[in-house]
DNA sequence: AACAGCTTGTGAAAACATTCACAAAATAAA
DNA sequence: TTTATTTTGTGAATGTTTTCACAAGCTGTT
C-alpha cells in the first residue's frame, strides 16, 4: 500500500469530526466543498486525501453522511475498540483519566500505574492505580494496545523501554523530551511547550 | 522576511530544549550533527533551520552552546516574558495552571476565566478566578498576549470571538473543534484525540 | 432521450521541504 | 608556514505535498 502522509491522517480525523457533527445535524449528504471548509482546507484536498484509499463519493451529489463516517472510522482503526494504559497519576494523567471524549471514541483506559505510595491504590473510577512495578506484566497481560506516558520528564524513557519491551506498539507521550523508540513502534508527541513557543514566534514576525 | 515554515519553527524549539541539556551538562559547543541525532532528524536540516535566520556556528567547530542557546531564544521571542489568559477552570485548565514549565519559560498566567459560579472566587496560587464577564475588559486592560482556550467544544468559537475582539493575537486551543480566526491571529490546537486516533491508524496499518 | 447543472476522481503542474554534496573557513598539529 | 582535519553554510537535486484543471459520471428537468 502507498505510504499515506501524516498531514492525511490527522485531516481524516477532521473529516471524521465534521461527519459526526452532519450526522448528529441529521444531514445525509455532504459535499467535499463543505468538509473543506469546515476543515479549513480545499475541496481538492479533501478528494485527494479520500482518493487514498477508495472512491467513496457519488459525483454530482457528494458523499453519503453515514456511508464517510462508516468508511474513515474503518480506515482510521475505530470501528474496534483500543484498550489502553495510563503511566502517571499526576494532575495531567488525571485529567485525561476523566476525558469522556476517549471513551466515546474507543480508546478504553484499562490500566492507571504510578510510582507514588500516595497514589497506588486510589480508586479512579471503577479502577485501582497499581504500582508502577506490576506494569510490565499487566501490559501483557491485559493485552494493552497503547500507552499515554504522563511522568515527569527524566522518567518518561526509562517508562517507554519497559512499554516497548512489554509489546506495545503504539505511545502517546506528554512530557516534554524527545523519545527513542524502535521504528516498529507509533509514537506522538503532545507538546504544549512547542505549541507556546511557536505562538511566540508568530507574535513577533507579523 | 522569507517565509518560516511550522515545521522549522517546531524544530528550533527542540534544539532550544537540548542546547538546556547541553547547557545543563556543561558542555560549551555543540556541532549540527549532535544537535540533528538528539532530534531525530539530519545535520543538514539543523544548519538550514539556522540559516534562515543567519549564521551562528564556526566553521570547523560547531556551535557555542550559550550563543545559540541566546540566539534561538531572541528568534522565538522567549527573552521577553509573555502574558497569559486561561479561559476555563476545569480538570486540563487546572493542570495546566500548575505546569511550572511554561512559568520557566517566560509564560506567564495572569488571569483564569470561568462562567461556574462554584469555580469564580476560588483562589488559584495568588490569583482568583473570575467571572467570564469580566474577562473582555480584562484582556485589554492586563495587555494579555496570549490565551488558552479550555472550555467545552460547544463554548469554544464563542470564547475565540470575543477573545480576538479583545485584540489577542495568539491562541492555543484545547477543545476538540476547528475553530475560525481572522488570519492576523496565530492558532495552534492542541487535539488528543487527533494523535490518539493517528496511533490507532498505524497500528492497523503495518 | 437529450440537456443542464453539479461534484467527484485524478493526472499534471506548482509549491514546498528535505537531503546532498562541496567550497569555504576555522583549528590544531607538524 | 603548510597541511590535515573538522564542520559550517548553501546552491542544486531530489522528494513530498498541495493545488489546478478538467473529463467522467450522476441527478433532475425539459
Ligand atoms: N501538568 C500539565 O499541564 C502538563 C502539561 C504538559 C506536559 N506535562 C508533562 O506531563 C508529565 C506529567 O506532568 P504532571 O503535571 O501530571 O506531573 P505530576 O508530578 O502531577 O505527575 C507525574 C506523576 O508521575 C508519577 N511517576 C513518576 N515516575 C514514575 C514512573 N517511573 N512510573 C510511573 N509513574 C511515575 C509521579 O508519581 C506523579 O504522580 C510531565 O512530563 C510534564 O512535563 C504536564
Ligand atoms: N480533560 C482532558 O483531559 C481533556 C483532554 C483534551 C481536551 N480537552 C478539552 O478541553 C476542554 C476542557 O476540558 P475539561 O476536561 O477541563 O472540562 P471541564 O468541564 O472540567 O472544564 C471546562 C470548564 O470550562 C468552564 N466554562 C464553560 N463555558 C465557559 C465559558 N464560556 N467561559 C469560561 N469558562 C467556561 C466550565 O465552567 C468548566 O469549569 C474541553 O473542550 C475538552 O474537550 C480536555
Redesign the interface.
Known sequence: ?KK?S?ST??R???Y???LQEASDGGLDTISSDELAQ???TTSAQVRKDLSFFGSFGKRGLGYSVPELLRQIQE????SRS?KVALVGAG??G???F??R??QL???HIRAVFDTDPTKVGAAWGDLTVRDDGEMDAALREQGI??VIVAVPAEAAQGVVDRVVKAGV????NFA???LRVPS?V?L?N?????????????????
Chains 1, 2 share one sequence.
Open positions: 500500500m499515506i501524516e491522517v490527522r481524516l480525523s477532521l471524521l469530526r465534521f469546515r476543515g479549513g480506515i482510521l482503526g475505530l483500543w494532575k495531567i488525571s485529567a485525561l476523566s476525558y471524549d476517549f471514541r474507543g480508546f494496545d497503547m506498539r503504539a505511545i502517546l516534554p523530551i524527545r516498529s507509533a506522538r503532545v507538546d504544549m511547550t512547542v505549541e507556546l513557543e511557536g505562538l511566540s514566534f508568530a507574535l513577533i514576525n507579523r
